[in-house]
């Protein structure tokens, strides 16, 4: 794998946490400046569909070629997950308890249990400044759900599954809207919200199951109908009384959008922007850094503030709390992983000549890169 493909797309994360904690710090409004940090987001839920599909695949693929059961493999998946996001997002609700947050110690079993997504959805608004971890708690419900489709499903469950997980999704978001439930509830239950998450899949698939040729035929296609579908939305905001049809496309355009920026930067084919070194360290902690901005612009006393002077202190002091975080705590966590490889290494098993399995045909191009980008 290049260096310069992960770093492409750690680069995209940089950014992407940028956007996000400029939506926060500054809460623009408006049909042009609202969208960027949308597509932030959807860009972290297409990636992670992306990446962790990948994974669980090339080890679903290692694992029969060497005899090893896939039940296995799905525990150390999910040991390796711990790992990785766990322990820093219960460090940062213990420091938020100990602080004194009174919304932190109000919702601490919804907080611990990974439900602050239907905890916002439930209410109908958000509560600062735990509002952002709705998006962790989606992810981590993912993360405990797709990998027995990844390891264990046909190709074509798969391929259902995910086209379930779109429809479902933009169907109960047509439904919330439709009774003029508030936005919370509409967007943020983890089935209104897997959407960008399951192309993020589809795509992963798609590498693994096509010809680089008719793979970028098709995401021309879904960039054409993002785009266009991304300016009818836009258009609508702008007009406004059409509510209900903006939240039910919600993030889906900015996704189909995204598959073409994630393919092009798991390639290293994105601009130069996307190959500056000094941006990736911070990719590489956004994780960190999403997680605490939040607790950061709180703590400085910021909740009822935004501007500039917002912007600039929240974003450097996430941005050098992640760091060190990740250098002193999350760095060495994620080393534990080497002891918990998917597939433990031993001689190929002899297999009986027959067709593979249809998940692995085609050119698995980038499949290296997706376990080495992850750190998975």
Known sequence: MADERSSQLDVLRALGLTAVIFQHTFNPHGPLVEEGPALALTLFFVLSGFLITGILLDARKRAEETGVGRGGVLGRFYIRRFLRIVPVYYAAIAISVLLGDPATRQYL?????????????NVGHNIPPITPLWSLAVEEHFYLLWPLVA?????????????????????????????????????????????????????????RETTLERRESWIRRLLVVGGVVLVARMALMYVG???????????????????WLIDRGARGLLPRIFGARWLAPIGVSSYGAYLMHRFVMHYLGFDGERGLHVFVPVLLISVGLSALSWRFFEGPLNDLKRYFPYVPRRAPRLVAAGPRPSFARGTPTGASMTTQHTGS
Request: with cysteine.
């Open 109 to 121: 079993w919804e907080l611990v249990t990974y439900r602050t997504n239907f905890l916002l959805a």
């Open 151 to 207: 390891l264990f499903a046909s190709r074509r469950l798969m391929w259902g599954t995910s086209l379930s997980m779109v429809v479902i999704s933009v169907a109960s978001r047509a439904y919330e809207a439709s009774r003029g439930a508030a936005y919370q509830t509409i967007t943020m239950p983890t089935y209104a919200s897997l959407d960008g998450i399951a192309i993020g899949c589809m795509l992963a698939m798609a590498w």
């Open 241 to 259: 009384g059409y509510r209900s049809i903006v939240h039910t496309l919600h993030t889906l355009p900015f996704a189909l959008v995204g598959v």
